[in-house]
C-alpha cells in the first residue's frame, strides 16, 4: 500500500506562484498514472493535472499554460508549478496514485494523501 505526503500549498496573492510536492512512500507499480485534484468548499473534486508511467499528460482546461505537472522517479515525488495563480484556484489539492489507464477522473484513482490548502488572494 503506497502512502502520499503532500505539501508546499499556501496563502498566496493573485499572480503568484507555488509548487506543490507529494513524496510517494512504499510500492507502485511500474505502469502508473499519478494525478492532482482539487476540492473546493461546496464543490466536487476534480482533476487538475496527471502524468503516466506512459509519457501522457493530461491538464483541465482553466490550468493550461498556468500549471506543470512533473515526476522524479528517482525519488518517487511528484510535483505541481503552480504559475499565475487566480483566485478560483484556491482549493484543497490531492495527489492520487492510479492505474496506467486512469482518466484524469476521482473514480479512476485509488490512493490518496492527505491534501495541501492553496489559497489565492485577489
Known amino acids: 500500500q503506497v502512502q502520499l505526503v503532500a505539501s508546499g500549498g499556501g496563502s498566496v496573492q493573485a499572480g503568484g506562484s507555488l509548487r506543490l510536492s507529494c513524496e510517494a512512500v512504499g510500492y507502485i507499480y511500474s505502469r502508473h498514472c499519478m494525478g492532482w485534484f482539487r476540492q473546493a468548499p461546496g464543490k466536487e473534486r476534480e482533476g487538475v493535472a496527471s502524468?503516466?508511467?506512459?509519457?501522457?499528460?493530461t491538464y483541465e482546461d482553466s490550468v493550461k499554460g498556468r500549471f506543470t505537472i512533473s515526476k522524479d522517479n528517482a525519488k518517487n515525488t511528484l510535483y505541481l508549478e503552480m504559475n499565475s495563480l487566480k483566485p478560483e484556484d484556491t482549493a484543497m489539492y490531492y495527489c492520487?496514485?492510479?492505474?496506467?489507464?486512469?482518466?484524469?477522473?476521482?473514480?479512476?484513482?485509488?490512493?490518496w494523501g492527505q491534501g495541501t490548502q492553496v489559497t489565492v488572494s485577489s
Open positions: 502524468i503516466c508511467s506512459t509519457g501522457r499528460l
Open positions: 492520487a496514485v492510479g492505474p496506467a489507464w486512469a482518466r484524469l477522473a476521482r473514480d479512476d484513482f485509488g490512493s
